[in-house]
């Protein structure tokens, strides 16, 4: 939800975080969770729907939907971590979000990272991204740019930078 994609720098000193990296654009973003919130709730309704009508038509419509919300994920999983990589390309610099570590709210290592409603969008593909997050993927609610709390997951290269990125946002001191 805090729209970062692809490679980003996380510092840490004292009580300051500050959040560096390739973001994508917000309209494409709401688009996208929206495009996938609809066919993702579109294929039980017609499952349902052809287990009451007995109608095998609504059974394809059901199986179409499965198949449309899984090749809108594995697009938007795709092109999101390139697309974010575009405004740094053009303008030099990525953009730079900061705020307290006391802000960092709920913070965990592994499983989380798709909390705040994410879960419930991306449903069958938590589970496969939920098993690359243990160990190596730190998440926490904080505040975005306009003081919105967003859900921010870091996948970080090793065990050990997890622990320590986890540590410094949850204790706020370098």
């Known amino acids: 939800s805090a729209r970062f994609a692809g490679r980003s720098r996380v510092i840490v000193v004292g009580d300051r975080v500050s959040f560096t990296g390739p973001r994508g654009p917000k309209g494409l973003y709401v688009f996208w969770i ?22 095998w038509r609504m059974l394809l419509w059901a199986l179409g939907m499965l198949v449309a919300s899984t090749i809108v994920m594995a697009i938007g999983a795709g092109v999101w971590p390139g697309l974010g990589e575009v405004p ?35 449903l069958p593909y938590v589970g496969p991204i939920d098993q690359l997050a243990v160990d190596h993927a730190v998440s ?22 997890a622990r320590r990125l986890y540590s410094l946002l949850t204790s706020g001191s370098e």
């Open 34 to 55: 929206w495009l996938q919130a609809i066919l993702m709730s579109a294929a039980p309704v017609a499952l349902v729907w052809a287990i009451v009508a007995l109608d």
């Open 88 to 122: 740094g390309l053009t303008e030099g610099h990525y953009p730079t979000l900061e705020f307290s570590a006391s802000d960092a709210r709920d913070v965990t290592i592994g499983p989380g990272w798709a909390k705040g409603g994410l879960s419930v969008i991306l």
């Open 140 to 161: 926490w609610w904080g505040p975005d740019e306009n003081g919105r709390e967003v859900r921010y997951a870091i996948h970080c290269y090793d065990e050990k930078d």
